[in-house]
T-cell receptor
């Protein structure tokens, strides 16, 4: 069974640009969550999508947005990039049924560097 | 706000000894707790979990303890092995909300 895949693995952008990251969940998983990992901050929750709808959202500015497609693949977009957006962006998938405990399976991440 | 805190950024133990990683949380609505292990250049992998109806869960060398009154959980690894060297994240969520909150991580180094 294939794991969570993320593309691209590495990205270098300059301030002011925008970027789109992609995540393909494990087959059958309907929930995709996005996290930002920076040194000292751990994993900070960005948002979660389930069945093409944003179900949960963390405390990030509106420059961070996402969407999910009917095949559960998800994209995350960051507009007007800032130096502080340099981070490892992780996506995680799970079955996603509410009122049940779910373990998340993480992808390898996309390393974004903003110059 | 950091609802889940891992106050020790790093921990070093000798092979064969016990590793104890600690985690504190502030949100009393959390009722499901997980530990993840992360190697460099890889995504975190699920290690062990515990729900709030229990105070202990064991899986091989890994045991998680939950103290609800203190809002504290810990992960014990016995005996520690060099391959356990990684960053460990604790995470928490409310059962009906898949918004999972993570701590900042603790880097464990197990020395041969």
């Amino acid at each position: 069974k294939a794991g969570v895949t993320q593309t691209p693995r590495y990205l270098i952008k300059t301030r002011g640009q925008q970027v789109t990251l992609s995540c393909s969940p494990i087959s059958g998983h309907r929930s995709v969550s996005w996290y930002q990992q920076t040194p000292g901050q751990g994993l900070q929750f960005l948002f979660e999508y389930f069945s093409e709808t944003q179900r949960n959202k963390g405390n990030f500015p509106g420059r961070f947005s996402g969407r999910q497609f009917s095949n559960s693949r998800s994209e995350m977009n960051v507009s007007t990039l800032e130096l502080g957006d340099s981070a490892l962006y992780l996506c995680a998938s799970m079955w996603g049924l509410q009122y049940s405990y779910n373990e998340q399976f993480f992808g390898p991440g996309t390393r974004l560097t903003v110059l | 706000d950091q609802q889940v805190k891992q106050n020790s950024p790093s921990l070093s133990v000798q092979e064969g000894r016990i590793s104890i990683l600690n985690c504190d949380y502030t949100n009393s609505m959390f009722d499901y707790f997980l530990w993840y292990k992360k190697y460099p250049a890889e995504g975190p992998t699920f290690l062990i979990s515990i729900s709030s109806i229990k105070d202990k869960n064991e899986d091989g060398r890994f045991t998680v303890f939950l103290n609800k009154s203190a809002k504290h959980l810990s992960l014990h690894i016995v005996p520690s092995q060099p391959g356990d060297s990684a960053v460990y994240f604790c995470a928490a969520s409310a059962g009906n909300n898949n918004d999972m909150r993570f701590g900042a991580g603790t880097r464990l180094t197990v020395k041969p």
